[in-house]
């Protein structure tokens, strides 16, 4: 299917025109005007109630984005991915982390080989293994069992593993401890090893390609640390599992095959918490935990696959982030879970979202002419209110929220759980309607000050509301924000799933490297800048002095 450049679709021009009718009004008045409209503007889907009436449309701003929708062909573009055609472009590969999720009794055939089949061998070795670990029965070097673990990646290797865990903490095995070390900077791993023995952990590295500077750097001073506190280098047989996609790789860098997990070129790095790379969180919650995990998941991506877009929670989130960026020109959007075991959420959702769609060329390598992927960031509630909230409620950039909020607690206490769940419905609340003048006059306040106290409002948030964080819903909040992230990229017709702009600083490092480590002087032929900033940093690794705690 052919498709108009983005700005020139009839709906985009449609939605141009529309946005005058939504400048000329705001939240106040249209909630006034339309008293059902807090009932009306919202979908839900497996347990998750997403309340997008806070946001700056009307009912005929969701019809013209779907109209968008439609005429960007995301129906067919979501299928292809499901199909496992190469929507990823530039890598000419398939986009297949669904196929990661479905279960067993499923079947997809992508070039004459059934992934599921394959997927699900995968899930039964990670089972089997952490069943073995998780008993004590496998035992490490001296035979004592594994009691820590250690994993060793970065970026999408990374960033699900410690998500996830942190998210399912209340899920796990409280005797195990789990540390993740990703940082190439020697204080990551330092600190992580400082309590361990060394006969009691298990180095899980992972890494999709197993050519990552930080991560092999990182997997090679683990392994001196082993050997040199067990002093025999066969002990790394039983203390390091790999997880990549390159057996060569981890032959080469000593680990036995045997002890290799396997994932696939069709899984993308921020795509693959729930690969093998997610073979620390079934050590810690265990494999029936995962499964539901992998539920949650799958049954997100079925619904995306299936709902009228009306009611597809993925694509109305994805429409919603657009509508943000592109007409009313948000460039951020701030994530804000009210539940602290998600505290690493807003991180991850960076990575996934900025990196997914931070493009600047379309499919056919065209300059856009309109914005794409906006800036991430968060932290959990309540503490950002405390801090960063006055900006989003006065500052002169308005920021959408998204606030994620449960109605049970894993860990009642007394009052707490109803106050922080209120903060979430009256922090968004207080963006959407605000205060005007005469209301802060009403309360007598000086005139002086009147103007400090005015909140204008009519600044747009999503509530996504559940009931408690288990295993599965967080499944499906994951595959929730893939789908909205996917849907954008559609519409802005981008490769959601390379990553280019990450490649040109690795390289430079590499290039820089040899000039600071060596004893020698260099001649340096960078920029001035970066020839006298590599100077003075040679100088200062000259210093004499010692800095000893
Ligand atoms: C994610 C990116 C990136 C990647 C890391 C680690 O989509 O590709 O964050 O995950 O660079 O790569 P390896 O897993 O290959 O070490």
Known sequence: MTTLPLRQRSAWLALEAHINTLRATNLRTLFAEDPKRGERLHAETEGIHLDYSKQRVTDETVRLLIELANESGLGERRDQMFRGEHINVSEDRAVLHVALRMPKSASLVVDGVDVVAEVHAVLDQMSSFATRVRSGEWKGHTGKSIRNVVNIGIGGSDLGPVMAYEALRFYSRRDLTFHFVSNVDSTDMVEALRDLQADETLFIISSKTFGTLETLTNATSARRWLIEQLGDESAVAKHFVAVSTNAKKV??????????????????????????????????????????????????????????????????????????????????????????????????????????????????GTAVDYDTGALYWGEPGTNGQHSFYQLIHQGTTVIPIDFIGFAKSLNPLGEHHDILSSNVFAQAQALAFGKSAEEVRAEGTPESIVAHRVMEGNRPSNVLLAEILTPRILGSIIALYEHSVFTQGALWDIDSFDQWGVELGKVLAVAIIPELSSDAEPSLNHDSSTNELIRLYRRLKRNGDRHDN
């Open 251 to 364: 032959a080469a860098f000593g680990i036995d095959t045997e002890n290799m997990f396997v994932f696939w070129d069709w899984v993308g790095g921020r795509y693959s918490m729930e690969s093998a790379i997610g073979l620390s969180t079934m050590l810690a919650i265990g494999p029936e935990h995962y499964f539901e995990l992998l539920d949650g998941f799958h049954a997100m991506d079925e619904h995306f696959r299936t709902a009228a877009f009306e009611e597809n929670l993925p694509v109305l989130m994805g429409l919603l982030a657009l509508w943000n960026r592109d007409f009313l020109g948000c460039a951020s959007v701030g994530v804000m879970p009210y539940e602290q075991y998600l505290k690493r959420l807003p991180a991850y959702l960076q990575q996934l979202t900025m990196e997914s769609n931070g493009k600047h060329v379309t499919l056919e």
